[in-house]
């Protein structure tokens, strides 16, 4: 939720003319992965969990390459980029690594 919180303080700097337009999509996407989490961790069953893992693994995927758009646009900084970047990275690989262990010890592919 932290990473959320500061997705928001990043976009709500961006220049006005995008607050329907990057700032928005940037901020959904970073909102539906802790929500594609919480929704596939109650599902019943571990398949279905690793379904909105991957979808949570796409939405991160987005704002990635959003914020990277948001850089060469000139809406943020090279060191604002690098280190929101460090931190997405970072929950990209445990949600990675959650649904290589799903896979493994439940045997899904």
Same mark, same amino acid.
């Given at each position: /939720?932290? @990473?959320?919180? +500061?997705?928001? =303080?990043?976009?709500? *700097? ?5 607050? !329907?337009?990057? %700032? ?5 996407? /970073? ?14 069953? *571990?398949? #279905? !969990?690793?379904? !909105?893992?991957?979808? =949570?693994?796409? %939405? ?10 948001? *850089?060469? @646009? ?5 060191? +604002? +980029?690098? %280190?929101?970047?460090?931190?997405? #990275? #970072? @929950? /990209?690989? /445990?949600?990675?690594? +959650?649904? =290589? %262990? @799903? ?7």
């Amino acid at each position: /939720m932290e @990473l959320t919180k +500061t997705i928001y =303080a990043i976009t709500e *700097k961006f220049p006005k003319n995008e607050t !329907f337009g990057l %700032s928005s999509q940037i901020q959904r996407a /970073m909102v539906s992965v802790p929500s594609n989490i919480a929704e596939g961790a109650l599902r019943q069953y *571990k398949k #279905e !969990f690793l379904q !909105f893992l991957h979808l =949570a693994r796409g %939405s991160l995927g987005e704002v990635i390459t959003q914020l990277e758009v948001a *850089k060469e @646009l000139k809406y943020i900084d090279e060191e +604002t +980029t690098i %280190s929101i970047g460090n931190k997405l #990275e #970072e @929950l /990209m690989k /445990m949600i990675n690594g +959650t649904i =290589a %262990s @799903l896979r493994k010890n439940h045997d899904l592919r």
